[in-house]
């Protein structure tokens, strides 16, 4: 769609939406009291706060450039909220491990809260979400044991990869669609214990709803309705869609939930993440107060789909997209597959150790990405004391990812694509505490692992097979990914899957 319009339209929205709270607050208009000792920031005007200084085109931009100006803890107002936006590596350090109590809620963002009324994992908190969580990072360390590990799974879905992108046949295509697939795929293998064709009509829906979701989320019709869901709920557009298709989503897990519980055997090993929550919430029946139950299965259900597919199959994407931008990168990668792997069979975890160039492409390119700007906000659980600052229970908390993943302090090149910011002299792999990709606290991301093995094996099995490249130029294209209030997605890009002789 063309930036200009859709710009306009957000812009009129925004206006629409001022004057209409402009006139719900008239008698209550003046800034609240109780925010005195907040960081500093620039002087919010009132309802709108600061949002017309944002750029909404690249919100992180802004919240690094007032970081410059206030200081690596300062605020702004989206709207009649304020939040505390934190950089720098040891800001983020001491607010989110230090002070990792405080600082570990989860903000309430009203697209979230309507889909999951705080159940699951990735909205949850308090009692609930360590409960939660602990279940899920447990249930799927286990997965590794006395069945097929999550290992196997990826290597299994990273074949189905190759020969969807096979049937290609050396035409030009866009991988965006192959690579969700794959990654949501491996979600489903997860959660209901088998993958799914392709074409599967129940794995098109699950995957369409997860992608219009995300497409939501970060548009500018996403952003508003984050900031004035009262407002929005009444008006057209397509978040209205997106709710539509989560009933369905939801109507699916339900379904898949009762046909578990009625053969559901308490003393078996469980065959997925669905059978083994279900069986903890038979063991847990009569307990008071306890979290297992349908809600945050539901929950859960929907963080491993939301949390897990956009964010690996974007990397993915970019990272293909860099391959076909720095030809003699991706040829470096092929040699080091080449030499450790073969071409006779699927590459395994072992394999990653002795291939330190590769590692290297991965995580620069997931570094140069950055792909979550402000992380998934937070808030404090409680009034905070932080820095001399006085931050109220509940204020919304940005920690921003980008100001550490692009800070000249840590990065020999912060502003290219380098794989030499990953690499030391003798050419070892070398990690960096600067690499907060997946956060960092008790909310980091609970799917590293899981990432982290589908980016090396589908990459190494994709570039073990194919040469990547362009419909255009090296130097025309354009790797700086889009952003939104949300997250910076890839570019969308066309190009040809060559198969290796
Ligand atoms: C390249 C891929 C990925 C990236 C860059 C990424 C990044 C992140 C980030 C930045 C957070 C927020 C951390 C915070 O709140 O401080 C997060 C949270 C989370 N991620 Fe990931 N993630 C990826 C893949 C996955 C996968 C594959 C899963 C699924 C298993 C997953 C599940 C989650 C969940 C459930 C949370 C919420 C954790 C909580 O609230 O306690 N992520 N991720």
């Keep these: 769609m063309d930036a200009l319009p859709f710009l306009q339209t957000s812009h009129l929205l925004l206006f629409l939406v001022g004057v209409i709270s402009a006139l719900l607050v008239w008698k209550n208009r003046g800034r609240p009291t109780g925010f005195e000792r907040l960081p500093p920031g620039p002087p919010p005007i009132p309802v709108l706060g600061n949002i017309l200084q944002i750029d909404i085109k690249q919100p ?5 450039e007032l970081s410059q100006r206030f200081g690596p803890v300062c605020t702004i107002w989206l709207g009649p909220k304020p939040v505390v936006i934190l950089s720098g590596l040891q800001t983020l350090r001491d ?3 230090t002070q990792g109590e405080e600082f570990s809620d989860r903000a309430a963002y009203p697209m979230s809260m309507k889909i999951t009324r705080g159940y699951g994992i990735l909205a949850s908190n308090g009692h609930r979400w360590r409960e939660i969580r602990r279940y899920a990072v447990t249930t799927l360390k286990n997965f590794g044991m006395g069945q097929r590990s999550i290992e196997q799974r990826v290597q299994e879905e ?11 046949e050396g ?5 965006s669609e192959d690579l969700g697939k794959a990654v949501s795929n491996i979600i489903c293998s997860i959660v209901f214990g088998q993958r799914f064709e392709y074409d599967d009509p129940d794995f098109l829906m699950l995957y369409s709803t997860v992608c219009t979701y995300f497409h939501v989320l970060c548009s500018p019709i996403g952003m508003l309705y984050n900031i004035f869901p009262g407002i929005m709920e009444y008006l057209p557009g397509k978040h209205r869609h997106m709710f539509a298709m989560l009933q369905k989503f939801r109507e699916y897990v339900r379904r898949q939930s009762d046909i578990r519980l009625k053969h559901l055997d308490a003393n078996s090993t469980p065959r997925d993440y669905m059978e083994a929550f279900l069986i903890k919430v038979v063991q847990e029946k009569d307990a008071p107060n306890s979290e297992f139950h349908y809600n945050n299965l539901l929950g859960s259900v929907w963080s491993l789909f939301s949390a897990g597919t956009e964010t690996t199959s974007s990397s993915l994407r970019q990272m293909l997209l860099l391959m076909i931008k720095y030809p003699q990168i991706q040829a470096r990668v092929q040699e080091e597959i080449d030499e450790v792997i073969g071409q006779d069979r699927s590459p395994s975890m072992e394999d990653r150790l002795k291939m330190p160039y590769t590692d290297a492409v991965i995580h620069e390119a997931q570094r140069n990405m950055d792909i979550a700007p402000i992380s998934v906000p937070h808030k404090v659980a409680v009034n905070t004391e932080f820095k001399n600052y006085y931050i109220p229970k509940d204020t919304t908390v940005f920690p921003l990812l980008s100001s550490v993943l692009y800070d000249p302090r840590l990065w020999k090149n912060p502003n290219n694509f380098d794989p030499e910011n990953f690499l030391d002299e003798e050419g070892r792999f070398k ?5 907060v990709a997946f956060g960092l606290g008790r909310r980091v991301c609970l799917g590293e692992g899981l990432a982290r093995t589908e980016l090396f094996l589908f990459t ?23 952003c939104s209030s949300f997250g910076r997605m890839p570019r969308t890009y066309q190009c040809y ?3 290796r002789a």
């Design 497 to 499: 899957a060559k198969p």
């Design 95 to 97: 607010a989110l491990v």
């Design 431 to 435: 990690k960096n505490d600067g690499f």
């Design 158 to 168: 990273a074949r189905s990869l190759v020969k969807a992108f096979a049937e290609h």
């Design 460 to 482: 190494c099995s994709l570039l073990q097979r194919f040469t990547f490249v362009g419909t255009r130029p090296a130097e025309e294209i354009d790797t700086n990914p889009t």
């Design 60 to 64: 992180y931009k802004t919240y690094m």
């Design 171 to 175: 035409a030009v295509f866009q991988p």
